[in-house]
């Protein structure tokens, strides 16, 4: 079973006030510089929306979104291309490349003070409502590879990762929370030591 969109939602630290307007023109710079690797096509700004994506940078085989979707700001990843064979295959390129941007993202010079991610809370979301309906039932077959792809991502920090519930109309999501990490460095030293 491969889900036909896979997403993963790093939530921002708002602790200080960020320029949302600063995030098309960050975008726009990646495209021309081709700061993620992959075919970067256009930058579309939906701010007004309330409580809606924001920012997107549209890719061919992914989107990169600032999303505001229940007043939680974050950079959100979709990726729209099913070039892997599996769930955990699919899950573990989506989080990486979410880790990408938002590095590229904390390292930019244009926000003062800095972007910081708090990744002690993420959520991956399955947009295929056909295959991966919100169910308890798509949780506990996917289940298995989603903890094997999060351990790996999250290294020794302690893991839960529960279903969001809600109305079966909307799509499957998972919350996961991993005690200990707060920001992408402690992650990537924690996964680096195998701490």
Not at 45 to 54: E, K
Not at 60 to 82: A, F, M, V, W
């Amino acid at each position: 079973m491969i889900p036909f969109r896979t997403q993963v939602k790093f939530f921002l630290d708002t602790t200080n006030p960020i320029d949302g307007a600063l995030f098309t023109g960050v975008f726009q710079r990646w495209i021309q510089g081709n700061a993620l690797g992959e075919l970067l096509i256009d930058v579309a700004d939906y701010r007004h929306v309330f409580q809606g994506p924001g920012t997107v940078l549209i890719g061919h085989e992914s989107d990169y979104t600032i999303d505001n979707r229940d007043g939680r700001l974050g950079l959100l990843y979709t990726r729209k291309r099913q070039t892997t064979e599996d769930v955990a295959a699919q899950l573990r390129t989506s989080l990486q490349r979410t880790f990408k941007a938002a590095e590229l993202l904390e390292h930019e010079a244009a926000f003062k003070p800095t972007l910081k991610f708090n990744i002690a809370e993420i959520e991956v979301r399955f947009v295929d409502r056909l295959q991966f309906q919100n169910t308890p039932q798509t949780f506990d077959s996917i289940k298995d590879d989603v903890t094997a792809v999060l351990t790996e991502f999250y290294g020794a920090y302690p893991l839960q990762i529960e279903p969001v519930q809600g109305d079966v109309r909307e799509l499957f999501a998972l919350r996961v929370r991993a005690d200990g990490a707060v920001s992408l460095a402690d992650l990537k030293e924690a996964v680096k030591s195998g701490v």
